[in-house]
């Protein structure tokens, strides 16, 4: 299948600062992404659709101010958290498809926000 | 809102035997996807297999097959000759049709132990 990466894979943060995740298709492009994050044992939350040359679309109760999503080009898109907050810890996972019928998931940011 | 449940947090699987997952949704849509996903310890999220709405025929991967109920809105994995490396959280997943979002839905999610 395709493949699908993110980087950093893990990142230790200060609180008040900003983390930004990238997340890129390496072997096919996709004008859609998506943005995931998901809590110990938990299901997948999504957070937003990201669009290639377009705003983002974001869930019900997500902060669109908080959580920075900029889809610059048919293979990367970031997810940038601002001002982080211990809350916001989680791990965050992107997800990405040459076309709509099949998505490919990155391999998740770990976020420790202290 | 279409939603997604797995009812069965935790089951366990002797080594070779078999296993059936369970997973409900609920949806007005007539035409979607649903999906089943493999999350193993290092998070990595991988297809099991998928099922198109549309299609009356069970889908089946290797060891892997699901029964599909549409009018029971039901989708069940069944996993035979189990392995060691079957071990993982398994998540069954919907997707919007064609005319919405695309968006994936997501259930809880079940933790199978594969027992040696």
Same mark, same amino acid.
């Given at each position: ?23 890129? &298709? #390496?072997?096919?492009? @996709? %004008? ?9 044992? /938990? &299901? #997948?939350?999504?957070? @937003? %659709? ?9 869930? /019900? ?54 | ?116």
């Amino acid at each position: 299948g395709a493949v699908v990466s993110q980087h950093p894979s893990w990142v230790i943060c200060k609180s008040g600062t900003s983390v930004k995740i990238e997340c890129r &298709s #390496l072997d096919f492009q @996709a %004008t859609t992404m998506f943005w995931y994050r998901q809590f110990p044992k /938990q &299901s #997948l939350m999504l957070m @937003a %659709t990201s669009n290639e040359g377009s705003k983002a679309t974001y869930e /019900q109760g997500v902060e669109k101010d908080k959580f920075l999503i900029n889809h610059a080009s048919l293979t990367l898109s970031t997810l940038t958290v601002t001002s982080a907050h211990p809350e916001d810890s989680s791990f965050y996972i992107c997800s990405g498809g040459a076309n709509l019928n099949e998505q490919f998931f990155g391999p998740g940011t770990r976020l420790t926000v202290l | 809102a279409q939603t997604v449940t797995q009812s069965q947090p935790e089951m366990s699987v002797q080594e070779a035997e078999t296993v059936t997952l369970s997973c409900t949704y609920d949806t007005s849509e007539s035409d979607y996807y649903l999906f089943w996903y493999k999350q193993p310890p290092s998070r990595q999220m991988i297809l099991v297999i998928r099922q198109e709405a549309y299609k009356q025929q069970n889908a089946t991967e290797n060891r892997f097959s699901v029964n599909f109920q549409k009018a029971a809105k039901s989708f069940s994995l069944k996993i035979s000759d189990s392995q060691l490396g079957d071990a993982a959280m398994y998540f069954c997943a919907y997707r919007e049709p064609t005319s919405g979002t695309y968006k994936y839905i997501f259930g809880t999610g079940t933790r199978l132990k594969v027992l040696a």
